[in-house]
């Protein structure tokens, strides 16, 4: 028999729990949103892990797609939730889910987990809808029958064909899959192990709770009070911010909200404001606005669901004004979320308002006072912990006061910092650029006298370093390590630090390699990144690759593909022909790159990358390795250097650099 807890009794239960609190006070941390929709190639575990280093300097959370087994050979978002102890997934498998939460967690960037328990998938046994997974974890076994769902799922046809003898559903309905019934206690205790396996075993932060209103707000709270994660947001998917409200009113234990919730508000407005171009939409109260309640508000532009993903499928996107759009909700309290397609397509000036926010302290309960609200411009000022910041957005120019200095602009915003913050900024961003280019540096202060001191060889800048007033400008036409600091009454203060690579983009062309699998026979399939997919070796399932070299005395495949402009890339996959097994989309691939197949998951291979191994270890032997291809120049830890065009030779190849050990296509070279 099936034990239920009503609501009363449930919420007695769980106020006897430590308060989970939902959401830090005055937290001033900026959170990825690692996907988008179909995004199997830019979210493989292996590929989020390589960015790491780069996304930590600017985000403090990165929240991935549901990481479970979904049961399915073909790709699947993870919104199909199967199994919820395995976790080999469409993005890779869970031993490259554990490497890359344990990456993360070597550089404080929080990995928040999607969970999906508002419904579950079936094993799909015979074409049933109710054949759950018996799953054992530390010797215990969970598994979920048919008294564990609602008995009006799917409008009651569920009932209609199985004994199902849950109660009725306590949010609502969604026919896509069963709903759970969260009042049984064996949901609960299912859903509680799965939680503490993410947090305790798999090492997540967090949790995104997906689609809350198909459950009531009392079991989030019970299942935060009781695994206790410091990050906790609740998709409510709703504008109307009084439902807002409510939901995280009814997480409430003892008077403490137990999550946050997205900021769905907040995002309509924004939509209005850029699609419109009628800039006091931004004045509607989104939940951000409200000072109960903006420690709870998770404010974003886009996300999966709202973004375009087709003509069939158009979504309800921000069309215009992107960078103005993310540059409102990175200067407003909330937690802003950004969402990776802008990530990669307005990095820098992303990175910059990511910068400006920091900068200022500005957090998730920052004071914000109105100053301008027309459809040509709206403007607010915000209070952070290190002084005020200004933003502005129309079509109209801001007057601003003599207090106030510009950090930067773009097309329809303006953010503006208040002068006694005292710190030094530029207005260029860390990163690897193909061309020179200048940085403007300034001096963030109302004391006239002060000034910009700075180093270009990584060192920290004294009062004696080369000093300039604010507005100066320097060329950066070689790799540098910029340090700025604040000279103001003879002590330099608040030195930041920017790390410029110049790389210049030459054509060239990426060879890739896969190492014999032993297969019959070998297929690549590949595509280009450039919005059309289009097909770079004939159409699915690829062609033969029948060239091979020896590397380490092992032999294996390769392809070149064609790099000729800057910013291209495409992706692969290895497959054994039409109707046979394949690889997972792999990519997106721009230089050389080196792989072997990796344990088969969901009915498809996951492939491990060695490039770094091959490269950096073993000596490669290519016939006319230096006629038939680029020659590309690596750093012994696997910087590539240059690209020659074929038939360079290794020691014109080499001949820029110091004397030193390189790797040249495969194989080390002293010069």
């Not at 493989?44 to 985000?59: A, I, N, P, T």
């Not at 995280?248 to 407005?269: E, H």
């Not at 004391?447 to 060329?475: C, H, K, Q």
């Not at 020896?550 to 022909?577: A, C, H």
């Amino acid at each position: 028999m099936i034990k239920r807890f009503t609501t009363t009794v449930c919420s007695l239960c769980i106020a006897l729990c430590a308060m989970a609190q939902g959401w830090p006070s005055n937290y001033g941390g900026v959170m990825l949103q690692g996907f988008f929709w179909d995004s199997f190639v830019d979210t493989q575990w292996s590929h989020l892990q390589s960015q790491v280093d780069e996304m930590s300097d600017y985000f403090d959370l990165i929240w991935v797609p549901q990481s479970g087994n979904c049961n399915s050979s073909y790709n699947v978002m993870g919104y199909t939730p199967v199994y919820w102890f395995d976790h080999n997934s469409s993005f890779g498998s869970e031993s490259q889910l554990r490497s890359f939460i344990q990456a993360c967690q070597e550089k404080n960037l929080g990995v928040i987990a999607d969970v999906v328990i508002n419904h579950r998938n079936s094993l799909g046994v015979g074409g049933s809808w109710v054949d759950f997974p018996a799953e054992t974890y530390q010797g215990v076994t969970y598994q979920l029958g048919l008294g564990d769902i609602c008995k009006n799922d799917d409008g009651g046809q569920t009932a209609q064909k199985y004994a199902v003898t849950g109660a009725n559903d306590t949010g609502e309905d969604w026919s896509g899959m069963r709903d759970l019934d969260h009042t049984s206690e064996n949901v609960q205790k299912n859903v509680i192990a799965y939680l503490r396996f993410l947090m305790d075993d798999l090492g997540y932060k967090g949790f995104r709770y997906d689609m809350t209103k198909g459950y009531g707000a009392a079991y989030t709270a019970l299942y935060n009070s009781t695994v206790k994660p410091e990050f906790s947001v609740g998709e409510y998917w709703d504008g109307n911010v009084t439902y807002l409200q409510n939901w995280l009113n009814g997480t409430k234990i003892d008077g403490a909200i137990q999550s946050a919730t997205f900021d769905f508000a907040t995002r309509y407005a924004i939509r209005d404001a850029c699609n419109q171009n009628n800039w006091t939409k931004l004045s509607n109260k989104g939940l951000a606005a409200y000072d109960n309640y903006k420690r709870y508000a998770v404010t974003f532009v886009e996300n999966h669901d709202t973004q375009y993903r087709s003509a069939n499928e158009t979504g309800d996107p921000v069309k215009n004004y992107i960078e103005a759009a993310n540059a409102y909700i990175l200067s407003i309290p909330g937690t802003p979320c950004i969402f990776l397609s802008h990530w990669k397509q307005y990095k820098q000036t992303i990175k910059q308002l990511v910068l400006a926010r920091k900068l200022m302290g500005i957090h998730n309960q920052s004071a914000v006072t109105q100053v301008s609200n027309s459809s040509a411009l709206y403007a607010c000022e915000v209070s952070g912990t290190h002084g005020k910041l200004l933003f502005a957005a129309g079509t109209a120019t801001p007057k601003v006061a003599d207090n106030y200095i510009l950090l930067m602009q773009g097309l329809r915003y303006y953010i503006y910092a208040d002068k006694s913050v005292h710190a030094a900024w530029v207005d260029v961003p860390s990163g690897t650029y193909s061309n020179p280019f200048q940085v403007t540096m300034t001096a963030v202060t109302d004391d006239a006298d002060a000034r910009l001191v700075y180093t270009t060889d990584g060192s920290v800048p004294t009062a004696s370093s080369n000093s300039v007033v604010s507005g100066s400008a320097i060329d950066v036409n070689a790799s540098m390590v910029l340090q700025v600091g604040l000279l103001k009454g003879g002590k330099v203060t608040n030195v930041l630090k920017r790390n410029y690579t110049i790389q210049p983009f030459e054509a060239h062309q990426a060879t890739v390699y896969l190492k014999d699998p032993q297969w019959n026979q070998v297929y690549f399939y590949a595509w280009a990144n450039d919005g059309k997919s289009t097909q770079l070796n004939g159409s699915w399932p690829g062609k033969t690759v029948t060239a091979t070299t020896l590397i380490g005395g092992q032999k294996w495949y390769y392809q070149s593909f064609d790099v000729n402009t800057e910013g291209y890339s495409f992706n692969i996959i290895f497959d054994q022909g039409n109707g046979k097994a394949q690889t997972v989309d792999i990519g997106p691939i721009s230089e050389d790159r080196y792989y072997e197949i990796a344990a088969m998951v969901n009915g498809k291979y996951t492939v491990k990358e060695v490039t770094d191994e091959v490269t950096g270890i073993d000596a490669v032997t290519v016939d006319n390795a230096y006629t038939n291809q680029t020659v590309n120049v690596y750093s012994l830890d696997g910087k590539l250097l240059r690209v020659c065009p074929k038939g360079t030779t290794p020691l014109d190849a080499i001949a820029p650099f110091a004397h030193g050990i390189y790797i040249i296509n495969g194989k080390k070279m002293v010069k």
